[in-house]
């Protein structure tokens, strides 16, 4: 079922008055569309479906109604569950894929509680850290657990938390949560949660295969569907190069437009610090952001990249997804992600909120068939551009004969067809995006 809401702010969508109060400090004047339908449905006690482009505002969108449910709980109630042995309980539970997003998500909810007075606590747990400091901040219990999955069950293994008290599910980047790579831990912690409980799936992007396993999670779900791959606010461009001189026009793109902030994608770790050195080389300083660096230290790169003090950050895909960096200018696909809908993830990143943004492919011959294949995926049909000075004639020609040319028919079968190649027009340029 999908339903459509058209309220435009906050006070038309039943949220109480500690909430507005915050809103209103925060500057938030109206509701986004996913918030606007999302909210009335959530305090309803409908579970929900929500898909919509990354930088729409999903976390609000669950937030805000589950701390107000929330608030209607008495303090008795919590003493009373203390004395039945049950001060490990967890009320609502956030599912996330990566850590980052796990301390981001939490931080955004202690922030819309401020004026709880502290009536509600909120707890982030995630690997990579001291899992004792997380069970001293888990003792009592908690009314919202933001969590990644492995973390969570060393924490159920421990008796630090139980879930059988859980009223809410939310799955954060539920297409992520719902693939494989989570399937054995997901499955694990579902299988001790109530049946009877309200679950909401929020994602960028949620490709057919998730959709299937969405009919076992969900009762009489609403669904919500505002992805688009055309946002107003995000120019995407796509940038032809003959092989080995991506990074010579990675550098000369930096160095033209002079970004304060360019987050840089590519698909291996090794890669981050590969590519590193070689704009060193070009007198480009960048830092790299990856799964084999300690918490401690991607904590401090990600702050610093936030604060504007790293012009450039390499990251793989544990960047990609949900990570909320202020006004960020470009986001720059040196490897093409290997999995269509990351491409959206990824570009994401910036023209969030509704500010101008700019995403940029820098594609090789090897690059083009993929990335023919992330547009088909994502209905998205982008002009091949050139850069002056890194022209690819030949590299055009061998790519649109390969690509374009239809099947050769045996003699005598029909007339033959003359291929019409896609003219590109090399002065095309960036401009000021």
């Known amino acids: ?87 490990n309980y967890v009320s609502g539970l956030v599912l996330v894929p990566t850590r980052e997003l796990a301390k981001q998500v939490a931080d955004s909810i202690k922030s819309y509680a401020v004026h709880f007075n502290g009536a509600i606590k909120t707890v982030a747990v995630f690997g990579g850290v001291s899992v004792n400091t997380q069970m001293l901040a888990l003792r009592g219990g908690t009314d919202i657990l933001v969590a990644t999955p492995g973390r969570l069950l060393d924490l159920i293994s421990n008796n630090a938390i139980k879930l059988d008290k859980v009223k809410t599910l939310v799955l954060d980047e539920a297409d992520r949560m719902l693939s494989l790579g989570f399937t054995e831990e997901l499955s694990s ?15 960028a992007t949620f490709p057919e295969q998730v959709k299937a396993l969405t009919e076992e999670l969900l009762n009489d779900p609403i669904e919500i569907q505002l992805q688009s791959a055309d946002s107003s606010t995000l120019v995407q461009r796509a940038f032809t190069v003959n092989k080995g001189q991506k990074t010579a026009l990675l550098a000369h793109l930096i160095k033209l437009h002079q970004w304060q902030q360019a987050l840089i994608f590519v698909n291996a770790k090794n890669s981050c610090n590969h590519l590193a050195d070689k704009l060193a080389k070009r007198g480009i300083t960048a830092e790299v952001f990856h799964g084999d660096k300690g918490q401690g230290a991607r904590t401090r790169v990600l702050d610093a990249f936030k604060a504007g003090e790293i012009q450039v950050l390499i ?32 570009i994401g990143r910036s023209g969030r909120a509704g500010e101008v943004g700019l995403a ?74």
Not at 189 to 203: E, G, V, W
Not at 317 to 344: Q, T
Not at 373 to 388: A, C, D, F, G, T
């Open 1 to 87: 079922m999908t339903i459509d809401t058209t309220a435009a702010n906050f006070t038309e969508l039943g949220l109480i008055s500690p909430l507005l109060a915050r809103l209103t400090e925060l500057e938030y004047l109206e509701a986004t569309p996913i918030q606007a339908q999302a909210i009335p449905n959530i305090l309803a006690g409908r579970d929900l479906i929500a898909g919509a482009n990354t930088g729409s505002g999903k976390t609000a969108a669950f937030a805000l109604p589950i701390l107000q449910q929330l608030s209607l709980y008495s303090a008795t109630n919590k003493k009373a569950a203390s004395k039945a042995g049950e001060g």
């Open 189 to 203: 912690l579902l299988a001790l949660l109530p049946a009877k409980k309200q679950t909401l799936l929020f994602s």
């Open 315 to 346: 990251a793989t895909d544990i960047a990609a997804r949900g990570l909320d960096i202020d006004k960020l200018p470009v986001v720059i696909n040196f490897d093409l992600p290997r999995s269509p809908s990351d491409y959206m993830h990824r």
């Open 360 to 433: 940029l492919s820098i594609i090789d011959h090897e690059d083009y068939h993929h990335f023919n294949v992330i547009e088909k995926k994502n209905k998205l049909r982008l002009e091949r551009e050139q850069v002056p000075g890194f022209e690819t004639v030949e590299f055009v020609k061998d790519v649109f004969s390969a690509a374009d040319k239809p099947i050769a028919k045996p003699e005598g079968t029909g007339k033959k067809k003359k291929n019409k190649k896609p003219q590109i027009n090399a002065d095309i340029w960036l401009g000021n995006a």
